[in-house]
Nanobody
Framework: QVQLVESGGGLVQAGGSLRLSCVAS????????MGWYRQAPGKQRELVAE???????KYADSARGRATISRDSAKNTVHLQMNSLKPDDTAVYYC?????????WGQGTQVTVSS
């Protein structure tokens, strides 16, 4: 099993920035992908950004240009820097890890952007 602990959520004004962090622990031997998803009330969970073990990144259209994902493989940590936040970014943000075909999820951290 892999455990994920997220931090960095909170309340921020529109136009502000946040940095989310996620640390993976447990039975880690070959994490392929680390990333962030979000789920707003009444909506499906959606990808925000992800990064592979070889450094390839993928961003949602809504996040591209405002978000930067980074990874410290030695520390099994992934960060998401989000700038120019909008009220539409309000959601619970979930850390996601894929290891050898198995998906793991964090408990989620609330991000609220006030207008």
């Amino acid at each position: 099993q892999v455990q994920l602990v997220e931090s960095g959520g909170g309340l921020v004004q529109a136009g502000g920035s946040l940095r989310l962090s996620c640390v993976a622990s447990g039975s880690i031997f070959s994490i392929n992908v680390m990333g962030w998803y979000r789920q707003a009330p009444g909506k499906q969970r959606e990808l925000v950004a992800e990064i592979t073990s070889w450094g390839a990144t993928k961003y949602a259209d809504s996040a591209r240009g405002r978000a930067t994902i980074s990874r410290d493989s030695a520390k099994n940590t992934v960060h998401l820097q989000m700038n120019s936040l909008k009220p539409d970014d309000t959601a619970v943000y979930y850390c996601h890890v894929r290891q050898v075909g198995t998906d793991y999820w964090g408990q989620g951290t609330q991000v609220t952007v006030s207008s």
